[in-house]
């Protein structure tokens, strides 16, 4: 099982960046998957979540209704859209799936993780 995050970068406040989870190793149609981050000297904190594709739920953490979106492709690909991004946005970024279909936000409920993908806003 293999989880990889990518396309994090510098982006200042206001602009958009799309991360990308590609994974392999098990069926991706049928587990939930999530994003989470961690900033410096805080916990790890879950962002987003998508169900598995007979479900077809996505969950979010408050401070990013309305402004992150994550779906999934047939490619095996889980996707994190991040607009009007904030300063305190910046974190590591990573992508998870969980042992079962239905979706959380708790870290400890996902139990396979990529490694993660630096975002930094600043202006």
């Known amino acids: 099982v293999q989880l990889q995050a990518s396309g994090g970068g510098l982006v200042q406040p206001g602009g958009s960046l799309r991360l990308s989870c590609v994974t392999s190793?098990?069926?991706?149609?049928?587990?939930?998957i999530g994003w989470f981050r961690q900033a410096p000297g805080k916990e790890r904190e879950g962002v987003a979540c998508?169900?598995?594709?007979?479900?077809?739920?996505t969950y979010y953490t408050e401070s990013v209704k309305g402004r992150f979106t994550i779906s999934r492709d047939s490619a095996k690909t889980v996707y994190l859209q991040m607009n009007s991004l904030k300063l305190e946005d910046t974190a590591v970024y990573y992508c998870a799936v969980r042992a079962g279909r239905l979706c959380s936000l708790r870290h400890d409920a996902f139990g396979l993780w990529g490694q993660g993908t630096l975002v930094t806003v600043s202006s």
């Open positions: 998508i169900s598995s594709s007979a479900d077809d739920n």
């Open positions: 190793g098990f069926n991706f149609d049928y587990y939930a």
